[in-house]
Protein backbone atom coordinates (compact mmCIF):
# COMPACT_ATOMS: atom_id res chain seq x y z
CA UNK A 1 0.00 0.00 0.00
CA UNK A 2 1.72 3.08 -1.22
CA UNK A 3 2.17 6.21 1.18
CA UNK A 4 -0.79 8.53 0.36
CA UNK A 5 1.57 12.13 -0.26
CA UNK A 6 0.96 15.86 -0.86
CA UNK A 7 3.22 18.09 -2.64
CA UNK A 8 3.14 21.96 -1.56
CA UNK A 9 4.40 24.82 -3.96
CA UNK A 10 3.95 24.04 -7.78
CA UNK A 11 6.00 25.67 -9.09
CA UNK A 12 9.38 25.64 -11.62
CA UNK A 13 11.19 22.50 -9.41
CA UNK A 14 7.62 21.05 -8.27
CA UNK A 15 6.63 20.37 -12.31
CA UNK A 16 10.18 20.12 -12.98
CA UNK A 17 11.57 17.02 -10.94
CA UNK A 18 9.07 15.89 -7.84
CA UNK A 19 6.15 15.37 -9.48
CA UNK A 20 7.47 13.04 -12.75
CA UNK A 21 10.10 11.44 -9.22
CA UNK A 22 6.69 10.47 -7.27
CA UNK A 23 5.08 9.40 -10.19
CA UNK A 24 7.80 7.08 -10.79
CA UNK A 25 7.98 5.79 -7.41
CA UNK A 26 6.03 3.02 -6.17
CA UNK A 27 5.67 3.88 -2.68
CA UNK A 28 4.29 7.21 -2.91
CA UNK A 29 0.90 8.19 -4.58
CA UNK A 30 0.32 12.00 -5.07
CA UNK A 31 -3.38 12.66 -3.59
CA UNK A 32 -3.54 16.60 -3.18
CA UNK A 33 -1.08 19.34 -4.09
CA UNK A 34 -1.19 22.76 -1.92
CA UNK A 35 -0.71 26.21 -3.75
CA UNK A 36 -2.06 29.68 -3.75
CA UNK A 37 -2.82 29.43 -7.67
CA UNK A 38 -1.39 26.91 -9.36
CA UNK A 39 -2.62 23.32 -9.98
CA UNK A 40 -1.37 19.98 -11.67
CA UNK A 41 -3.94 18.17 -13.34
CA UNK A 42 -5.68 15.41 -12.58
CA UNK A 43 -5.13 16.11 -8.49
CA UNK A 44 -7.04 17.22 -5.79
CA UNK A 45 -6.05 21.07 -5.00
CA UNK A 46 -6.01 22.89 -2.22
CA UNK A 47 -4.85 26.76 -1.81
CA UNK A 48 -3.13 26.18 1.23
CA UNK A 49 -1.47 23.30 3.43
CA UNK A 50 -3.90 24.01 6.53
CA UNK A 51 -7.04 23.41 4.64
CA UNK A 52 -5.77 20.20 3.05
CA UNK A 53 -4.49 18.69 6.38
CA UNK A 54 -7.68 19.21 7.76
CA UNK A 55 -9.74 17.82 4.86
CA UNK A 56 -7.46 15.01 4.29
CA UNK A 57 -6.25 12.98 7.63
CA UNK A 58 -5.21 10.13 5.23
CA UNK A 59 -2.19 12.00 3.58
CA UNK A 60 0.52 11.44 5.77
CA UNK A 61 3.45 12.40 4.07
CA UNK A 62 4.23 16.45 2.60
CA UNK A 63 6.62 17.26 0.46
CA UNK A 64 7.32 20.96 0.58
CA UNK A 65 8.75 22.58 -2.20
CA UNK A 66 8.08 26.09 -1.63
CA UNK A 67 10.06 28.52 -1.44
CA UNK A 68 12.94 28.81 2.01
CA UNK A 69 11.29 31.82 3.24
CA UNK A 70 7.55 29.86 4.06
CA UNK A 71 8.92 26.67 4.24
CA UNK A 72 8.95 26.76 7.62
CA UNK A 73 5.03 27.12 8.69
CA UNK A 74 3.92 24.85 6.26
CA UNK A 75 6.63 22.49 7.72
CA UNK A 76 5.66 22.85 11.47
CA UNK A 77 1.50 22.56 10.80
CA UNK A 78 2.41 19.34 9.01
CA UNK A 79 4.73 17.96 11.37
CA UNK A 80 2.13 19.02 14.46
CA UNK A 81 -0.55 16.72 12.34
CA UNK A 82 1.27 13.99 12.79
CA UNK A 83 2.53 13.59 9.23
CA UNK A 84 6.15 13.05 7.33
CA UNK A 85 7.99 15.70 5.63
CA UNK A 86 10.61 16.16 3.39
CA UNK A 87 12.05 19.73 2.43
CA UNK A 88 13.21 20.76 -0.71
CA UNK A 89 16.67 22.55 -0.35
CA UNK A 90 17.52 24.40 1.45
CA UNK A 91 15.37 23.42 4.09
CA UNK A 92 14.54 26.56 5.49
CA UNK A 93 15.76 30.03 5.44
CA UNK A 94 17.98 29.61 8.85
CA UNK A 95 19.54 27.26 10.95
CA UNK A 96 17.38 27.62 13.89
CA UNK A 97 14.03 27.00 12.56
CA UNK A 98 14.89 23.78 11.02
CA UNK A 99 16.55 22.58 14.33
CA UNK A 100 13.07 23.28 15.81
CA UNK A 101 11.79 21.39 12.93
CA UNK A 102 13.56 18.03 13.62
CA UNK A 103 13.04 18.90 17.93
CA UNK A 104 9.26 18.62 16.41
CA UNK A 105 9.76 15.71 14.28
CA UNK A 106 11.54 13.78 17.15
CA UNK A 107 8.65 14.96 19.53
CA UNK A 108 5.76 13.36 17.17
CA UNK A 109 7.63 10.30 16.28
CA UNK A 110 7.64 10.66 12.53
CA UNK A 111 10.18 11.49 9.74
CA UNK A 112 11.83 15.03 8.79
CA UNK A 113 13.85 14.76 5.84
CA UNK A 114 15.89 17.73 4.83
CA UNK A 115 17.07 17.29 0.80
CA UNK A 116 20.00 17.54 -0.88
CA UNK A 117 19.96 16.65 -4.25
CA UNK A 118 22.73 17.14 -5.60
CA UNK A 119 24.16 14.36 -3.02
CA UNK A 120 22.57 12.03 -5.45
CA UNK A 121 24.08 13.32 -8.78
CA UNK A 122 24.97 10.05 -10.31
CA UNK A 123 29.13 10.89 -9.72
CA UNK A 124 29.14 11.65 -6.02
CA UNK A 125 29.53 8.45 -4.58
CA UNK A 126 32.28 7.49 -6.99
CA UNK A 127 34.17 10.45 -6.38
CA UNK A 128 34.03 10.18 -2.62
CA UNK A 129 35.21 6.71 -2.72
CA UNK A 130 38.12 8.10 -5.17
CA UNK A 131 38.92 10.78 -2.39
CA UNK A 132 39.27 8.31 0.42
CA UNK A 133 42.48 7.08 -0.01
CA UNK A 134 43.99 9.94 -1.70
CA UNK A 135 45.70 13.03 -0.55
CA UNK A 136 44.06 16.23 -1.77
CA UNK A 137 46.21 18.95 -3.12
CA UNK A 138 44.09 21.86 -4.41
CA UNK A 139 39.73 21.57 -4.59
CA UNK A 140 38.09 24.64 -6.50
CA UNK A 141 34.54 24.67 -6.87
CA UNK A 142 33.42 26.97 -10.04
CA UNK A 143 29.90 26.89 -10.05
CA UNK A 144 28.34 29.31 -12.71
CA UNK A 145 25.02 29.83 -14.37
CA UNK A 146 22.34 32.54 -15.87
CA UNK A 147 19.94 33.25 -13.68
CA UNK A 148 17.88 34.71 -16.26
CA UNK A 149 17.67 31.05 -17.47
CA UNK A 150 17.61 29.27 -14.50
CA UNK A 151 14.95 31.04 -12.11
CA UNK A 152 13.34 32.89 -14.54
CA UNK A 153 11.23 35.87 -12.87
CA UNK A 154 11.56 33.74 -8.76
CA UNK A 155 11.72 37.16 -6.91
CA UNK A 156 11.54 35.82 -3.61
CA UNK A 157 15.28 34.69 -4.73
CA UNK A 158 16.53 37.85 -4.83
CA UNK A 159 14.45 38.88 -1.37
CA UNK A 160 16.33 38.48 1.92
CA UNK A 161 16.41 35.14 2.69
CA UNK A 162 16.51 33.75 -0.54
CA UNK A 163 20.47 33.13 -0.43
CA UNK A 164 20.78 34.80 -4.39
CA UNK A 165 23.59 32.26 -6.09
CA UNK A 166 23.94 30.46 -2.41
CA UNK A 167 20.73 28.72 -3.91
CA UNK A 168 22.29 26.76 -6.67
CA UNK A 169 25.80 27.57 -4.78
CA UNK A 170 24.68 25.16 -1.82
CA UNK A 171 24.16 22.32 -4.26
CA UNK A 172 27.95 22.49 -4.57
CA UNK A 173 28.61 23.09 -0.68
CA UNK A 174 26.27 20.07 -0.32
CA UNK A 175 28.22 17.96 -2.59
CA UNK A 176 31.66 19.06 -1.01
CA UNK A 177 30.39 17.95 2.75
CA UNK A 178 29.47 14.72 1.00
CA UNK A 179 32.61 13.85 -0.67
CA UNK A 180 35.16 15.26 1.20
CA UNK A 181 36.93 12.70 3.86
CA UNK A 182 36.88 15.43 6.82
CA UNK A 183 35.12 18.71 7.42
CA UNK A 184 36.21 22.14 6.69
CA UNK A 185 35.23 25.50 7.39
CA UNK A 186 35.39 28.82 5.68
CA UNK A 187 38.00 31.77 5.89
CA UNK A 188 37.14 34.07 3.96
CA UNK A 189 34.36 34.88 1.71
CA UNK A 190 33.88 38.03 -0.58
CA UNK A 191 29.90 38.82 -1.37
CA UNK A 192 28.86 40.64 -4.56
CA UNK A 193 25.52 42.45 -3.86
CA UNK A 194 23.30 43.97 -6.60
CA UNK A 195 22.48 47.56 -5.66
CA UNK A 196 19.01 46.67 -6.13
CA UNK A 197 18.64 42.98 -4.71
CA UNK A 198 18.90 41.77 -0.93
CA UNK A 199 21.00 38.39 -1.89
CA UNK A 200 23.96 38.23 -3.67
CA UNK A 201 24.66 37.63 -7.56
CA UNK A 202 28.09 36.03 -6.84
CA UNK A 203 30.30 34.54 -4.05
CA UNK A 204 34.07 33.84 -3.25
CA UNK A 205 34.77 31.56 -0.80
CA UNK A 206 38.13 30.00 0.75
CA UNK A 207 38.24 27.50 3.78
CA UNK A 208 40.97 26.89 5.74
CA UNK A 209 42.85 24.69 3.56
CA UNK A 210 42.82 20.82 4.35
CA UNK A 211 46.30 19.91 6.09
CA UNK A 212 48.33 22.50 2.84
CA UNK A 213 45.44 22.15 0.03
CA UNK A 214 44.18 25.57 -0.33
CA UNK A 215 39.68 24.64 -1.08
CA UNK A 216 37.85 27.48 -2.62
CA UNK A 217 34.88 27.97 -4.44
CA UNK A 218 33.39 30.85 -7.09
CA UNK A 219 29.66 31.34 -7.62
CA UNK A 220 28.21 33.53 -10.09
CA UNK A 221 24.76 33.82 -11.72
CA UNK A 222 25.90 35.94 -14.69
CA UNK A 223 27.47 33.34 -16.37
CA UNK A 224 26.47 33.67 -20.06
CA UNK A 225 26.03 30.15 -22.27
CA UNK A 226 25.91 26.38 -20.72
CA UNK A 227 25.80 26.38 -16.75
CA UNK A 228 29.50 25.30 -14.79
CA UNK A 229 28.82 22.97 -12.29
CA UNK A 230 32.45 22.17 -11.90
CA UNK A 231 34.74 20.50 -8.81
CA UNK A 232 38.29 19.96 -10.01
CA UNK A 233 40.42 18.27 -7.72
CA UNK A 234 44.07 17.27 -7.89
CA UNK A 235 45.48 14.83 -5.77
CA UNK A 236 48.91 13.08 -4.87
CA UNK A 237 47.25 10.36 -7.25
CA UNK A 238 45.90 12.03 -10.38
CA UNK A 239 43.79 15.07 -10.79
CA UNK A 240 39.84 14.89 -11.17
CA UNK A 241 36.43 16.98 -12.24
CA UNK A 242 33.65 16.55 -11.28
CA UNK A 243 31.26 18.14 -13.65
CA UNK A 244 27.93 18.92 -14.52
CA UNK A 245 26.82 19.25 -11.22
CA UNK A 246 27.93 15.98 -9.74
CA UNK A 247 26.53 13.75 -12.59
CA UNK A 248 29.78 13.12 -14.53
CA UNK A 249 33.24 12.37 -13.39
CA UNK A 250 36.73 12.84 -15.09
CA UNK A 251 39.89 11.68 -13.71
CA UNK A 252 43.44 12.45 -15.84
CA UNK A 253 41.64 13.22 -19.01
CA UNK A 254 39.15 9.89 -18.92
CA UNK A 255 35.36 10.14 -17.90
CA UNK A 256 35.31 7.18 -15.41
CA UNK A 257 31.68 7.76 -14.15
CA UNK A 258 28.69 9.10 -15.27
CA UNK A 259 24.97 8.13 -15.20
CA UNK A 260 21.61 9.45 -16.00
CA UNK A 261 19.96 12.15 -13.42
CA UNK A 262 17.99 10.43 -10.85
CA UNK A 263 18.48 12.91 -8.33
CA UNK A 264 14.86 13.03 -7.21
CA UNK A 265 14.03 9.67 -7.32
CA UNK A 266 16.50 8.78 -5.02
CA UNK A 267 15.34 11.36 -2.73
CA UNK A 268 12.05 9.96 -2.87
CA UNK A 269 13.26 6.57 -2.32
CA UNK A 270 15.48 7.91 0.71
CA UNK A 271 12.06 9.39 1.86
CA UNK A 272 10.61 5.73 1.65
CA UNK A 273 13.52 4.19 3.64
CA UNK A 274 13.46 6.88 6.21
CA UNK A 275 9.80 6.38 7.10
CA UNK A 276 10.01 2.60 7.17
CA UNK A 277 12.99 2.94 9.30
CA UNK A 278 10.95 5.80 11.86
CA UNK A 279 13.91 7.68 11.38
CA UNK A 280 15.04 11.42 10.51
CA UNK A 281 18.09 12.83 8.41
CA UNK A 282 18.66 16.30 8.83
CA UNK A 283 22.21 17.30 8.17
CA UNK A 284 22.64 21.27 8.33
CA UNK A 285 26.30 21.42 7.44
CA UNK A 286 25.89 23.00 3.68
CA UNK A 287 23.63 25.59 5.06
CA UNK A 288 25.72 26.43 8.21
CA UNK A 289 28.27 26.86 5.73
CA UNK A 290 25.79 29.75 3.93
CA UNK A 291 25.42 31.21 7.09
CA UNK A 292 29.35 31.14 7.87
CA UNK A 293 29.53 33.26 4.29
CA UNK A 294 27.30 35.35 5.29
CA UNK A 295 28.35 35.99 8.91
CA UNK A 296 32.12 36.31 7.65
CA UNK A 297 31.96 38.13 4.59
CA UNK A 298 32.75 41.19 2.94
CA UNK A 299 30.00 42.87 1.59
CA UNK A 300 30.55 44.51 -1.90
CA UNK A 301 27.59 46.44 -3.83
CA UNK A 302 28.03 45.69 -7.83
CA UNK A 303 25.62 46.98 -10.63
CA UNK A 304 21.99 46.81 -10.30
CA UNK A 305 20.24 43.22 -11.69
CA UNK A 306 17.15 43.40 -13.29
CA UNK A 307 15.34 40.46 -15.59
CA UNK B 1 47.43 22.73 43.29
CA UNK B 2 46.05 25.35 41.12
CA UNK B 3 46.31 24.85 36.94
CA UNK B 4 49.05 26.69 35.54
CA UNK B 5 46.99 29.26 32.56
CA UNK B 6 47.89 31.80 30.01
CA UNK B 7 46.21 34.32 28.50
CA UNK B 8 46.38 35.11 25.04
CA UNK B 9 45.42 38.53 23.53
CA UNK B 10 46.37 41.19 25.93
CA UNK B 11 43.72 44.20 25.15
CA UNK B 12 40.87 45.79 26.77
CA UNK B 13 38.71 43.13 28.01
CA UNK B 14 41.79 40.95 29.17
CA UNK B 15 43.14 43.79 31.20
CA UNK B 16 39.48 44.45 32.64
CA UNK B 17 38.16 41.17 32.93
CA UNK B 18 39.96 38.23 32.37
CA UNK B 19 43.27 39.48 34.75
CA UNK B 20 41.67 39.87 37.86
CA UNK B 21 39.11 37.59 37.40
CA UNK B 22 42.12 35.29 37.21
CA UNK B 23 43.93 36.45 40.29
CA UNK B 24 41.06 35.79 41.93
CA UNK B 25 40.17 32.15 40.97
CA UNK B 26 42.52 29.96 43.90
CA UNK B 27 41.88 26.92 41.00
CA UNK B 28 44.49 29.12 38.09
CA UNK B 29 47.65 30.72 38.35
CA UNK B 30 48.58 32.98 35.33
CA UNK B 31 51.60 31.70 34.48
CA UNK B 32 52.36 33.55 30.92
CA UNK B 33 50.72 35.76 28.28
CA UNK B 34 50.85 36.08 24.43
CA UNK B 35 50.38 38.99 22.35
CA UNK B 36 51.75 40.61 19.73
CA UNK B 37 52.57 43.92 21.44
CA UNK B 38 51.48 43.94 24.86
CA UNK B 39 52.51 42.19 28.56
CA UNK B 40 51.33 42.32 31.99
CA UNK B 41 53.87 43.36 34.67
CA UNK B 42 55.29 40.20 36.40
CA UNK B 43 54.74 37.34 33.78
CA UNK B 44 56.28 36.28 31.57
CA UNK B 45 55.19 37.20 27.87
CA UNK B 46 55.37 35.67 24.46
CA UNK B 47 55.00 37.17 21.45
CA UNK B 48 52.99 33.78 19.99
CA UNK B 49 50.60 31.37 21.64
CA UNK B 50 52.98 29.20 19.22
CA UNK B 51 55.87 30.28 21.31
CA UNK B 52 54.28 29.97 24.34
CA UNK B 53 53.65 25.96 24.12
CA UNK B 54 56.92 24.54 22.78
CA UNK B 55 58.60 26.76 25.89
CA UNK B 56 55.88 26.11 28.16
CA UNK B 57 54.83 22.24 28.62
CA UNK B 58 53.92 22.55 32.20
CA UNK B 59 51.02 25.22 31.39
CA UNK B 60 47.77 23.57 31.02
CA UNK B 61 45.12 26.02 30.14
CA UNK B 62 44.92 28.45 27.77
CA UNK B 63 42.21 31.27 27.70
CA UNK B 64 41.80 33.31 24.23
CA UNK B 65 40.76 36.58 24.57
CA UNK B 66 41.79 37.49 20.80
CA UNK B 67 39.56 39.00 18.34
CA UNK B 68 37.43 36.27 17.02
CA UNK B 69 38.74 36.45 13.60
CA UNK B 70 41.79 35.14 14.60
CA UNK B 71 40.71 32.82 17.09
CA UNK B 72 40.83 29.56 15.58
CA UNK B 73 44.30 28.87 14.70
CA UNK B 74 45.26 29.74 18.09
CA UNK B 75 42.27 27.43 19.69
CA UNK B 76 43.76 24.54 17.46
CA UNK B 77 46.95 24.89 18.22
CA UNK B 78 46.36 24.59 21.87
CA UNK B 79 44.37 21.65 21.62
CA UNK B 80 46.51 20.16 19.32
CA UNK B 81 49.16 20.52 22.11
CA UNK B 82 46.73 18.77 24.61
CA UNK B 83 45.85 22.05 26.57
CA UNK B 84 42.43 22.93 28.12
CA UNK B 85 40.70 25.79 26.41
CA UNK B 86 38.43 28.45 27.37
CA UNK B 87 37.07 30.81 24.51
CA UNK B 88 35.96 34.41 24.73
CA UNK B 89 32.58 35.11 23.24
CA UNK B 90 31.70 34.65 20.20
CA UNK B 91 33.71 31.98 20.39
CA UNK B 92 34.54 32.20 16.68
CA UNK B 93 34.07 33.88 13.40
CA UNK B 94 32.40 30.57 12.29
CA UNK B 95 29.81 28.27 13.49
CA UNK B 96 31.75 25.54 11.18
CA UNK B 97 35.03 26.13 12.71
CA UNK B 98 33.80 25.84 16.42
CA UNK B 99 32.32 22.80 15.39
CA UNK B 100 35.72 21.83 14.43
CA UNK B 101 37.27 22.92 17.83
CA UNK B 102 34.97 20.70 19.47
CA UNK B 103 35.66 17.49 17.69
CA UNK B 104 39.03 18.48 18.29
CA UNK B 105 38.76 18.60 21.71
CA UNK B 106 36.56 15.33 22.25
CA UNK B 107 39.36 13.43 20.30
CA UNK B 108 42.18 15.02 22.23
CA UNK B 109 40.20 14.41 25.66
CA UNK B 110 40.54 17.82 27.07
CA UNK B 111 38.38 20.66 27.79
CA UNK B 112 37.02 23.35 25.74
CA UNK B 113 34.91 25.44 27.05
CA UNK B 114 33.17 28.18 24.93
CA UNK B 115 32.14 31.02 27.36
CA UNK B 116 29.05 33.28 27.43
CA UNK B 117 29.80 35.87 30.19
CA UNK B 118 26.24 37.67 30.19
CA UNK B 119 24.79 34.11 31.23
CA UNK B 120 26.66 34.97 34.57
CA UNK B 121 25.36 38.06 35.29
CA UNK B 122 23.36 38.18 38.59
CA UNK B 123 20.20 38.26 37.52
CA UNK B 124 19.88 35.92 35.02
CA UNK B 125 19.68 32.79 36.86
CA UNK B 126 16.49 34.46 38.76
CA UNK B 127 14.61 36.05 35.62
CA UNK B 128 14.84 31.89 33.83
CA UNK B 129 13.19 30.78 37.47
CA UNK B 130 10.98 33.86 37.03
CA UNK B 131 9.92 32.86 33.96
CA UNK B 132 9.43 29.17 34.33
CA UNK B 133 6.03 29.29 35.37
CA UNK B 134 4.48 31.97 33.35
CA UNK B 135 3.46 32.62 30.47
CA UNK B 136 5.27 35.17 28.18
CA UNK B 137 2.84 37.76 26.59
CA UNK B 138 5.95 40.25 24.92
CA UNK B 139 9.45 40.26 25.55
CA UNK B 140 11.78 42.90 23.67
CA UNK B 141 15.85 43.40 24.01
CA UNK B 142 16.41 46.72 23.95
CA UNK B 143 20.69 46.51 23.59
CA UNK B 144 22.09 50.18 22.89
CA UNK B 145 25.15 51.74 23.70
CA UNK B 146 28.06 53.91 22.02
CA UNK B 147 30.63 52.30 20.60
CA UNK B 148 32.86 54.55 20.76
CA UNK B 149 32.82 54.64 24.33
CA UNK B 150 33.07 50.69 24.63
CA UNK B 151 35.24 49.93 21.75
CA UNK B 152 37.44 52.34 21.34
CA UNK B 153 39.44 52.12 18.41
CA UNK B 154 39.15 48.44 17.40
CA UNK B 155 39.06 48.11 13.97
CA UNK B 156 38.83 44.57 14.27
CA UNK B 157 34.85 44.57 15.34
CA UNK B 158 34.13 46.49 12.31
CA UNK B 159 35.92 44.15 9.94
CA UNK B 160 34.59 41.21 8.20
CA UNK B 161 33.98 38.35 10.76
CA UNK B 162 33.70 41.02 13.84
CA UNK B 163 30.61 41.38 14.36
CA UNK B 164 29.84 44.84 14.72
CA UNK B 165 26.90 45.56 16.99
CA UNK B 166 26.26 42.00 17.25
CA UNK B 167 29.23 42.07 19.38
CA UNK B 168 27.75 43.27 22.52
CA UNK B 169 23.92 41.90 20.70
CA UNK B 170 25.28 38.46 21.12
CA UNK B 171 25.90 38.81 24.94
CA UNK B 172 21.74 39.71 25.36
CA UNK B 173 21.02 36.86 23.12
CA UNK B 174 23.03 34.46 25.15
CA UNK B 175 20.55 35.58 27.89
CA UNK B 176 17.45 35.18 25.94
CA UNK B 177 18.35 31.65 25.12
CA UNK B 178 18.85 31.10 28.97
CA UNK B 179 16.27 32.58 30.11
CA UNK B 180 13.62 31.27 28.03
CA UNK B 181 11.55 27.79 28.63
CA UNK B 182 12.21 26.85 24.99
CA UNK B 183 13.95 27.94 21.71
CA UNK B 184 13.33 30.79 19.60
CA UNK B 185 14.04 31.10 15.69
CA UNK B 186 14.66 34.23 13.64
CA UNK B 187 11.62 35.62 11.25
CA UNK B 188 12.67 38.77 9.77
CA UNK B 189 15.88 41.25 10.20
CA UNK B 190 17.27 44.54 9.19
CA UNK B 191 21.14 45.04 9.26
CA UNK B 192 22.39 48.43 8.17
CA UNK B 193 25.70 48.76 7.64
CA UNK B 194 27.88 52.31 7.47
CA UNK B 195 28.87 52.61 3.83
CA UNK B 196 32.68 52.61 5.29
CA UNK B 197 32.16 49.41 7.15
CA UNK B 198 31.90 45.92 7.15
CA UNK B 199 29.80 45.01 9.59
CA UNK B 200 26.45 46.41 11.37
CA UNK B 201 25.95 48.96 13.17
CA UNK B 202 22.47 48.53 14.57
CA UNK B 203 19.86 45.60 13.96
CA UNK B 204 16.25 44.87 14.52
CA UNK B 205 15.29 41.06 14.93
CA UNK B 206 12.02 39.97 14.77
CA UNK B 207 11.56 36.24 16.36
CA UNK B 208 8.70 33.57 15.53
CA UNK B 209 6.13 34.13 17.99
CA UNK B 210 6.34 32.39 20.90
CA UNK B 211 2.81 31.19 21.26
CA UNK B 212 1.09 34.48 20.61
CA UNK B 213 4.29 36.71 22.12
CA UNK B 214 6.31 38.99 19.82
CA UNK B 215 9.93 38.35 20.54
CA UNK B 216 11.57 41.56 19.36
CA UNK B 217 15.20 43.12 19.67
CA UNK B 218 16.88 46.02 18.77
CA UNK B 219 20.35 46.66 19.23
CA UNK B 220 21.94 50.21 18.35
CA UNK B 221 25.53 51.08 18.53
CA UNK B 222 25.38 54.83 18.38
CA UNK B 223 23.54 55.52 21.43
CA UNK B 224 24.33 58.76 23.47
CA UNK B 225 24.82 58.83 27.15
CA UNK B 226 24.39 55.55 29.30
CA UNK B 227 24.18 52.36 27.71
CA UNK B 228 20.65 50.47 27.59
CA UNK B 229 21.05 46.67 27.95
CA UNK B 230 17.61 46.10 28.76
CA UNK B 231 15.20 43.19 28.62
CA UNK B 232 11.42 44.25 29.01
CA UNK B 233 9.14 41.22 29.48
CA UNK B 234 5.18 41.32 30.23
CA UNK B 235 3.55 37.96 30.95
CA UNK B 236 0.54 36.60 32.22
CA UNK B 237 1.49 37.08 36.00
CA UNK B 238 3.48 40.38 36.27
CA UNK B 239 6.09 42.34 33.72
CA UNK B 240 9.77 42.48 34.05
CA UNK B 241 12.87 44.12 33.16
CA UNK B 242 16.44 42.60 33.53
CA UNK B 243 18.45 45.74 32.94
CA UNK B 244 22.55 46.53 33.33
CA UNK B 245 23.07 43.79 30.99
CA UNK B 246 21.19 41.04 32.98
CA UNK B 247 22.38 42.72 36.36
CA UNK B 248 19.17 43.80 37.92
CA UNK B 249 15.60 42.48 38.09
CA UNK B 250 12.75 44.95 38.27
CA UNK B 251 9.32 43.14 38.73
CA UNK B 252 6.16 45.41 38.47
CA UNK B 253 8.45 48.03 39.49
CA UNK B 254 10.39 46.40 42.57
CA UNK B 255 13.80 45.35 42.28
CA UNK B 256 13.93 41.72 43.29
CA UNK B 257 17.63 40.82 41.69
CA UNK B 258 20.22 42.74 41.91
CA UNK B 259 24.18 41.44 42.66
CA UNK B 260 28.18 43.11 41.78
CA UNK B 261 29.47 41.94 38.83
CA UNK B 262 30.89 38.57 38.85
CA UNK B 263 30.72 37.02 35.36
CA UNK B 264 33.63 36.64 34.69
CA UNK B 265 34.82 34.90 38.09
CA UNK B 266 31.73 32.89 37.82
CA UNK B 267 33.30 32.21 34.19
CA UNK B 268 36.68 30.86 35.19
CA UNK B 269 34.97 29.00 38.41
CA UNK B 270 32.90 26.98 35.69
CA UNK B 271 36.16 26.28 33.41
CA UNK B 272 37.79 24.86 36.42
CA UNK B 273 34.15 22.70 37.44
CA UNK B 274 34.44 21.47 33.48
CA UNK B 275 38.31 20.35 33.35
CA UNK B 276 37.57 18.43 36.74
CA UNK B 277 34.98 16.83 35.58
CA UNK B 278 36.78 15.62 31.93
CA UNK B 279 33.81 17.60 30.07
CA UNK B 280 33.01 20.37 27.36
CA UNK B 281 30.63 23.11 27.18
CA UNK B 282 29.99 24.38 23.55
CA UNK B 283 26.08 26.00 23.07
CA UNK B 284 26.22 27.76 19.67
CA UNK B 285 23.05 28.77 20.16
CA UNK B 286 23.40 32.90 20.42
CA UNK B 287 25.51 32.51 17.73
CA UNK B 288 23.53 30.61 15.57
CA UNK B 289 20.79 33.68 15.85
CA UNK B 290 23.90 36.10 14.83
CA UNK B 291 24.34 33.58 11.91
CA UNK B 292 21.22 33.75 11.05
CA UNK B 293 20.42 37.25 10.99
CA UNK B 294 22.94 37.85 8.46
CA UNK B 295 21.73 35.25 6.46
CA UNK B 296 18.30 36.15 6.75
CA UNK B 297 18.67 39.75 7.15
CA UNK B 298 18.27 42.69 4.76
CA UNK B 299 21.03 45.29 4.47
CA UNK B 300 20.81 48.65 5.17
CA UNK B 301 23.48 51.39 4.06
CA UNK B 302 23.66 53.71 6.38
CA UNK B 303 25.95 57.00 7.23
CA UNK B 304 30.13 56.20 7.19
CA UNK B 305 31.49 55.98 10.56
CA UNK B 306 34.17 57.09 11.61
CA UNK B 307 35.76 57.38 15.11
Request: contains cysteine.
Given at each position: MPHSIALVGIGKIA???????????ADFTLSATASRNAEVGGITAYRSLADLLQAAPDITCVSLATPPQVRYGDARRALEAGRHVMLE????????EVQALERLAAEKGVTLFATWHSRHAASVAATRDWLA?????????????DVRHWHPGQDWIWEAGGLGVFDPGINALSVLTAIL????????????????????V???????????????AAFDWLEQGPPKWNIHIDTDAGNAILSEGGARLTIDGHETSAGE???????????????????????????THVADAFTLGRRVITA????
Amino acid sequence: MPHSIALVGIGKIARDQHIPAIAGNADFTLSATASRNAEVGGITAYRSLADLLQAAPDITCVSLATPPQVRYGDARRALEAGRHVMLEKPPGATLSEVQALERLAAEKGVTLFATWHSRHAASVAATRDWLADRKIQRLHIDWREDVRHWHPGQDWIWEAGGLGVFDPGINALSVLTAILPEPVHLQKATLSFPANRDTPVAVDLTFEPLGDAPITAAFDWLEQGPPKWNIHIDTDAGNAILSEGGARLTIDGHETSAGEDQEYPALYARFAELIAAGTREVDLSPMTHVADAFTLGRRVITAPFEW
